[in-house]
Every structure is written in structure tokens, then in C-alpha cells.
């Protein structure tokens, strides 16, 4: 396992989007159209929209990529899984105001991606961390897999069963 990422980000509006440089932003129902869950939107090639709990401030984010499918640790409240495909060897983290955005080197091809949160609802609840120590934090580990259909492996926050409720088949 390789760890690309693993740092605190600061988000905007719930969401955080991670693209390669030739595909920009991506709106949310583009994104997610023919999804069944609604917290990764990866429908767009290159491009990948994450629905957060809390609505603006820092989250904990971790990219990892893995040889093949990593175990899933129980800390994870809610998780989805999605194919996906990386079309440029960089993928540019976007915060809200899309100012330098730094880059993550992920090799090209497809990839099977477990998005992963934990403190959802507690971020969600709270709306703003005013500068205080996260209280969501996300993983993202990638690995290489052929293209399968997207599933919900776990929902346990309202929040989430929310956003799936909300981009399902978008």
C-alpha cells in the first residue's frame, strides 16, 4: 500500500471534488448519473465529487492505493465503492476556491475506489469546524479493477442515507 495523500482539507458546501486537469468541475448530477449512492460521484472519467457531513472547514482526507482490494476496517461508518477511471497521471485536490490546488500522483487506468467516512453525522451536525480539529474524516483507497456497477457497502449516518437518496440514479 501507497499513501498518496494524508492531510487535513479545507471544503466548501459538503463537498470536496478531485479532477485531472483537462476535465475541470463536473456538477453533481453529471457526477452521479447512474449511481446508486450519493456520497462519490464518479460517473465522469477523471473526475470524482465527494459529499462530506460537514458543510465548510477542515476534514481529514487520505488517498491510498493498493495492489489489490484492501480489507475494510470496521471504523468506517459509511462507505461506497465505485469504478472509476484515472486519465492523467495527476489528480488536482480542489478546495472551495480552486486556488493551488495540489496534486496527487495516481498512474492511469481503472480503478476500483472505496470512499470511506467516519464522524459523518458529527460533521453534519455541526456545520463548521471554526478552526477546530476535524470531527469527519475520509479515505479514499484506490486499487486496479476492471469496471463493475457501484454499491453502498455501509450507511450508519443520516446524512449519508441522504445524499444517497438524493443522487440515486441522478
Known sequence: MEILLDQIVDLGYGRMHFAVPEVGFVAGEKAFRGLTNGICGAAVPGFLLLGTGLRHGDVGLRFELHDAEPALDDEWEDVVEVSWASIAPNLLVRGPDDVDPEPVALPRGDYRV?????????GFDEESSDGEPPLDRYLLAFWPAPAAGDRIVRTTS???AR????????
Open 114 to 122: 472505496r470512499f470511506c467516512g467516519v464522524g459523518m453525522q458529527e
Open 158 to 160: 443520516a446524512v449519508a
Open 163 to 170: 445524499h444517497h437518496r438524493t443522487f440515486r440514479n441522478s
